[in-house]
């Protein structure tokens, strides 16, 4: 089952803030957040394992709801580097092996 | 350091043409492997999973086959490839289960 991401696209200006969610049907063992700038791979960002717990990357934070399956990233005083498209990849329990992921937020950061 | 190589980078076949895309994980041992494949403008759908040396398991049916004949080789095939085999595919391991994934650089696929 493939989480779900809201919202789909999401247009800043530099300095702004944005919270990109991914919610999903089923027991979680982890979250995973990556990064995909156009025409390249997906470049890892965090993991947030059962548990409960926030993450932060500079002026990139996550957090992991495991009781609603739910997770939520947050991006505080946006760059121009920012810009990409967003995906969160969830692994189920019990499959630690897979990672599914979302169908992506893209996000556009204007001067 | 570990390193992820995936080749070729671009790749244009005609319809019913045989498709063979190598990975190869440098700097570790017995890592995960994946393969996904990426649609224009979609997400990323994974194909095969590997944990082990001929341990694969499959997600999605198709005419695509896996193959892991060395620890840190990993292989995407076809015999015979269809029009909507067309995309970016990309290769990727894991180290361990707290690990995030590292993705190659990618092959896009064009079927004609």
């Known amino acids: 089952q493939q989480p779900v991401q809201s919202p789909q696209a999401v247009i800043l200006r530099e300095g702004e803030d944005a919270v990109i969610n991914c919610s999903s049907s089923?027991?979680?063992?982890?979250v995973h957040w990556y990064r995909q700038k156009h025409g390249e791979a997906p470049v890892f960002l965090m993991i947030l394992l059962k548990g409960g717990e926030q993450k932060g990357h500079e002026k990139i934070s996550a957090s992991f709801n495991e009781k609603k399956q739910q997770s939520s990233l947050y991006l505080t005083a946006s760059q121009l580097s920012y810009s990409g498209t967003y995906f969160c990849?969830?692994?189920?329990?019990?499959?630690?092996?897979?990672?599914?992921f979302g169908k992506g937020t893209l996000l556009t950061v204007n001067p | 350091s570990q390193t992820i190589h995936q080749w070729p980078a671009t790749l244009v076949q005609p319809v019913g043409s045989p498709l063979s895309l190598e990975c190869t994980v440098e700097?570790?041992?017995?890592?995960?492997l994946y393969w996904y494949r990426q649609a224009a403008g979609r997400g990323l759908q994974l194909l095969f999973y590997s944990i082990g040396i001929d341990q694969i398991s499959s997600e999605v049916p198709q005419n695509l086959s896996a193959s892991r004949p060395q620890d840190r080789q990993f292989i995407l095939s076809s015999k015979k490839l269809l029009l909507s085999d067309s995309g970016f595919y990309l290769c990727?391991?894991?180290?361990?289960?707290?690990?995030?994934?590292?993705f190659g650089s990618g092959t896009r696929l064009t079927v004609v």
């Open positions: 990727a391991w894991r180290a361990q289960e707290k690990g995030g994934y590292t």
């Open positions: 990849g969830t692994v189920g329990t019990g499959s630690n092996y897979k990672l599914t």
């Open positions: 089923k027991a979680l063992y982890s």
């Open positions: 700097g570790t041992s017995n890592p995960n």
